[in-house]
Each structure stands twice: as C-alpha cells, then as structure tokens.
C-alpha cells in the first residue's frame, strides 16, 4: 500500500535525520558494521583536542547543524535536507564509533562524507566536540531544573516538573510511604499501589479496576512505567495534564468511586497526622510549612514519587544502545524490523525512547497528544463504541472522536494483560490477531460488529498476514522489552514492609 506524504511524516523525516537515523533502528536500517560501531575515540577529551575538534566543526559542520548543536532554519542550511540536533538527549545513547562512520562516511542526500578530506584525528576530534555540545546544553538543562538529580537510563531526557512542585528527594520518600499507604482509602482497604503493582509494571492484571468498595470501573488502570513523560495521564481524559492534578481523582473522585474519600480531606489528615512516621516525613518534605500536613502537599509528593517510576534498562535497551549486540536474541532482532516497518506500522502509535505517541519532557517545546481508534468496536447507532468508554469523545461531544483512547507504553508489555482500555483482549496473541484483522470482528451479541468498518478507526490500522515464524519473532521482540531490574528495583518498592505497624492496617501488604 502506497501512503500518501504527510506533515507527520515530515516530522518523523526530521526525527530521522543526520546520525540519529543510524542510532535508533526504529526509523533505518543500521548498516554500520557492529565492530565499527563499538569503536570508541581514541583521543582524550583534552583543551587541545576539544579545540581543534571546534575549528573543524564550525568550518565543516555549523552550517547546517549551528555552533550550538541545534540545526539552523531550512533556509539557512547549506544542504536542503534537514538536520538533527546535536545537543539533543538522544546523543547520549549513540556510540562514539557511530558518530565518527557517519562523520567518515556521511548519508546518503543528507550529509556529504569527510573522508579525503578531514584526517584520521581531525574527525575523532568532531566527535570530542559533539559530545562536548551535549556535555554543555545538559549542564544548562541541570541548572534549570533544581538540585534534585535524577536517576535516568542513557539515552532518556529529563523530565517535565511544575514550577510549583520542583523534586526533592525528600518529597519523593514521603510519595513513596503515601503511594502505598491503605490509610489513603475511606476503608483502609486499598491504596494506589492496588492498582498499579510493581511486579506487574506497576498495573494489576485486571480487565477493568476495582475500587475499595467493591465498584468494577469501566477501564484498567494504565502503567506508571515512565509516567513523568506522559502529557495525558488516562486513557481517554484530554484535560488531565500534570500529575498532580491526576493523583486527585483516585482517592475524591466519585465517578467511578476508587479510593472512596470524597469529603474526607480532614479525616485523611487526621489519619496521616496519627502515623508517627509522617511527623518527620512531611517535615522534611516541606520543610518552609509551619503546617505540612495539606491535601496539596499530599499529592505533590505522590506526583514527585511516580516521576521517579522509569523504565529504560530492557534487553532490548541494552541492544539497541549499542553496549551488548547479544542483549537479544536474533528472533528478536527480526522482530524489531517487523515492529519498525511499513508491514506491520505498530511505530507509528508506539515509537520513541518510551513507545507511545504520546509524550513530552524538559525543553521539548510542544507536547505530542495522540489518541487512536484501533477498530476494536463498531456498533450501530450514534456512537460506535458502548457507553460509557467512548473515548475523548466523552469530553469533546465530537462524533469523529468516538473510540479514541491513548495508545500506551509498549514497555513491559508481556506483564500488563489484559490488553486495552477495558481489558478485552487477552493476550498478546489476541492482540497481534486484532490489528491483523485490521479491526476486531464481534459476531454476535449487543457488541457485534466488524472493527475494520469503523468509520473512525485509525489509518495506521490496515491489517496484515504474518507467518508463523514472523509471529514468534515479533512475540520475542515484545519480551525485548521487559525490564526485570524496574520489577523489583528497591527504591521503588512498598517502604512500609520494613516498618512496624501496630494496628496491622494501613498499609498494602
């Protein structure tokens, strides 16, 4: 199928470009050989080399790329294709062997080769100067951002934080004592660790959640994985931004009912006050506070917690980085081509550092907001897709909006079934049959219909055929992407199993 040129697809041309088209093989072919690659620079990052690297840099690259690293305008440039930015966080994951075969080598309509033209030492100086460029915008970026220092996998940007709840260590300690703290429900039964397991990637295995009180919500709870990058927090709530602002609905929220503390904001204090180890907690955290003990301060620090949630050390992680070619198998390396092609297009809804459309962080300018109908309803009358899970379209009473609901992480995947919105799908396999289909086919029943007819269902939705092995090669591609170290990572995990708790209630066990 021939696809027509997009502004989207202009986007991800610029994505592309320059040396992060050769670094991350979800958008090219990688043909760097894997001993050129691993090569590292022989030259020591001294004031001479650095200088010399920058004379050659400003004469041979900042015409297109800029002294700073950022690629100029297009008009500019000194070459029509666009340019990737040098100083971005994505140069952190690419191997000094990589940058100095695309510096040697150029690509293709893009950059023209150095070869014949810069010695041996001046391009190995390039790249000291390149990484200088990253080494000099993160130092900008730490600066900006605080004294709290971040904990990231190579390759991840930092984060987005409200200005009005900037990180602290101590924060986060006290987030992760309330994250897990049953006192947060009215019958002291439940807790936000409840719903969002560390063992299960932080979801709970259900199809659809269920609340202290017994009430079956109409959609699963999403995985925290990475939750700090997500400029859409649920799944099909456009309005919901900022972490803060999510952590409110759980424990007030009466439609459905989760925690269940709708006016009972004194009573929560009151309990929280009672624990003697919230004394020093919430001391520490808002230490300027003669009285710390808020609503507002209870979650900011569940916020400050969840943003510490990052996953970023998978097989496949340390496979693509470059580090470890045999991080994964070779079935998930085919894999990896099927998931990043045209055949299959699942990149398109879940690429990135984080594998989800939607996303954003520090200094990234505009967020990316996506929501997609997959076709997985497509009943008759007004809406496509039964009350009440009828997408953003709840909120924007826009009839093209039916059955949009945010595409989630891919990270941890095999670990967070049931699969969509209301858990409907019950394996991976049941999944890849899905999009095959081009859409679900329900035969009979109040919920038949045929998926692929849905008039809003998305484009990158087409349907194809895989072999039996393709099928096992996409299947060892997708446990690439479990990180075991994030299962079980201490920093993470319940506080208060350590902690004595006299009245045995309180706290999730």
Same mark, same amino acid.
């Given at each position: 199928?021939?696809?027509?040129?997009?502004?989207?697809?202009?986007?991800?041309?610029?994505?592309?470009?320059?040396?992060?088209?050769?670094?991350?093989?979800?958008?090219?072919?990688?043909?760097?050989?894997?001993?050129?690659?691993?090569?590292?620079n022989?030259?020591?990052?001294?004031?001479?080399?650095?200088?010399?690297?920058?004379?050659?840099?400003?004469?041979?690259?900042?015409?297109?790329?800029?002294?700073?690293?950022?690629?100029?305008?297009?008009?500019?440039?000194?070459?029509?294709?666009?340019?990737?930015?040098?100083?971005?966080?994505?140069?952190?994951?690419?191997?000094?062997?990589?940058?100095?075969?695309?510096?040697?080598?150029?690509?293709?309509?893009?950059?023209?080769?150095?070869?014949?033209?810069?010695?041996?030492?001046?391009?190995?100086?390039?790249?000291?100067?390149?990484?200088?460029?990253?080494?000099?915008?993160?130092?900008?970026?730490?600066?900006?951002l605080g004294?709290?220092?971040?904990?990231?996998?190579?390759?991840?940007?930092?984060?987005?934080?409200?200005?009005?709840?900037?990180?602290?260590?101590?924060?986060?300690?006290?987030?992760?004592?309330?994250?897990?703290?049953?006192?947060l429900?009215?019958?002291?039964?439940?807790?936000?660790?409840s719903?969002?397991?560390?063992?299960?990637?932080?979801?709970?295995?259900?199809?659809?959640?269920?609340?202290?009180?017994?009430?079956?919500?109409?959609?699963?709870?999403?995985?925290?994985?990475?939750?700090?990058?997500?400029?859409?927090?649920?799944?099909?709530?456009?309005?919901?931004?900022?972490?803060?602002?999510?952590?409110?609905?759980?424990? &007030?929220?009466? %439609?459905?009912?989760?925690? $269940?503390?709708?006016?009972?904001? *004194? /009573?929560?204090?009151?309990? +929280?006050? !009672?624990?003697?180890?919230?004394?020093?907690?919430?001391?520490?955290?808002?230490p300027?506070?003669?009285?710390?003990?808020?609503?507002?301060n209870?979650?900011?620090?569940?916020?400050?917690?969840?943003?510490?949630?990052?996953?970023g050390?998978?097989?496949?992680?340390?496979?693509?980085?470059?580090?470890?070619?045999?991080?994964?198998?070779?079935?998930?390396?085919?894999?990896?081509?099927?998931?990043?092609?045209?055949?299959?297009?699942?990149?398109?809804?879940?690429?990135?550092?984080?594998?989800?459309?939607?996303?954003?962080?520090?200094?990234?300018?505009?967020?990316?907001?996506?929501?997609?109908?997959?076709?997985?309803?497509?009943?008759?009358?007004?809406?496509?897709?039964?009350?009440?899970?009828?997408?953003?379209y709840? &909120?924007?009473? %826009?009839?093209?909006?039916? $059955?949009?609901?945010?595409?989630? *992480? /891919?990270?941890?995947?095999? +670990?967070? !079934?049931?699969?969509?919105?209301d858990?409907?799908?019950?394996?991976?396999?049941?999944?890849?049959?899905?999009?095959?289909?081009?859409?679900?086919?329900?035969?009979?029943?109040?919920?038949?219909?045929?998926?692929?007819?849905?008039?809003?269902?998305?484009?990158?939705?087409?349907?194809?055929?895989?072999?039996?092995?393709?099928?096992?090669?996409?299947?060892?591609?997708?446990?690439?992407?479990?990180?075991?170290?994030?299962?079980?990572?201490?920093?993470?995990s319940?506080?208060?199993?350590?902690?004595?708790?006299?009245?045995?209630?309180?706290?999730?066990?």
């Amino acid at each position: 199928m021939k696809r027509k040129f997009t502004f989207r697809s202009y986007l991800l041309l610029i994505l592309v470009a320059w040396i992060l088209a050769y670094a991350h093989k979800a958008w090219a072919q990688d043909d760097i050989p894997l001993e050129e690659r691993l090569r590292k620079n022989p030259l020591p990052a001294s004031a001479t080399h650095l200088e010399s690297g920058g004379k050659v840099y400003r004469d041979s690259c900042a015409g297109c790329h800029g002294m700073d690293g950022k690629p100029k305008p297009q008009t500019e440039q000194s070459t029509p294709a666009p340019q990737g930015d040098l100083s971005d966080f994505r140069m952190e994951s690419i191997r000094d062997g990589e940058i100095y075969w695309v510096v040697t080598h150029g690509i293709e309509n893009f950059m023209p080769a150095s070869e014949g033209k810069l010695s041996d030492t001046q391009r190995w100086e390039v790249v000291l100067y390149i990484r200088e460029l990253r080494a000099r915008r993160k130092a900008i970026e730490i600066a900006q951002l605080g004294p709290y220092r971040w904990k990231l996998p190579v390759g991840f940007p930092y984060p987005n934080v409200p200005a009005d709840n900037p990180m602290t260590p101590e924060k986060v300690e006290l987030g992760r004592y309330l994250f897990y703290d049953q006192r947060l429900s009215l019958n002291q039964t439940q807790s936000c660790a409840s719903c969002h397991k560390q063992k299960l990637a932080f979801t709970d295995g259900r199809p659809r959640g269920v609340g202290s009180t017994g009430e079956l919500h109409p959609r699963g709870a999403m995985s925290l994985a990475n939750v700090a990058y997500s400029p859409a927090l649920t799944w099909a709530n456009p309005n919901i931004h900022q972490l803060e602002q999510q952590a409110l609905l759980p424990m &007030f929220g009466e %439609n459905p009912i989760e925690l $269940g503390m709708s006016g009972k904001e *004194t /009573l929560l204090i009151e309990r +929280l006050k !009672a624990e003697p180890k919230y004394q020093k907690l919430f001391a520490a955290a808002f230490p300027k506070e003669s009285n710390p003990f808020t609503v507002a301060n209870v979650v900011k620090a569940i916020a400050s917690f969840e943003r510490t949630i990052i996953s970023g050390d998978s097989p496949y992680d340390r496979y693509a980085r470059g580090g470890d070619p045999n991080a994964i198998a070779e079935s998930a390396k085919r894999g990896e081509l099927l998931f990043f092609g045209e055949k299959l297009e699942c990149f398109h809804c879940h690429g990135g550092f984080n594998f989800t459309g939607t996303v954003d962080y520090f200094q990234k300018g505009l967020p990316e907001v996506e929501f997609h109908n997959t076709g997985l309803y497509n009943l008759k009358g007004k809406t496509s897709y039964p009350v009440p899970n009828t997408g953003i379209y709840e &909120f924007t009473q %826009n009839l093209d909006d039916v $059955g949009k609901f945010k595409a989630p *992480t /891919l990270r941890n995947v095999m +670990l967070t !079934a049931p699969y969509m919105h209301d858990g409907s799908v019950k394996t991976i396999d049941d999944v890849i049959d899905h999009y095959g289909a081009g859409g679900r086919t329900i035969k009979s029943g109040p919920l038949a219909g045929v998926g692929a007819e849905n008039p809003n269902r998305s484009d990158f939705v087409q349907g194809f055929e895989l072999t039996a092995e393709e099928r096992k090669d996409l299947h060892a591609f997708l446990e690439s992407l479990t990180d075991k170290s994030f299962l079980t990572d201490p920093a993470l995990s319940n506080p208060w199993i350590s902690v004595s708790h006299p009245s045995g209630q309180g706290v999730e066990k």
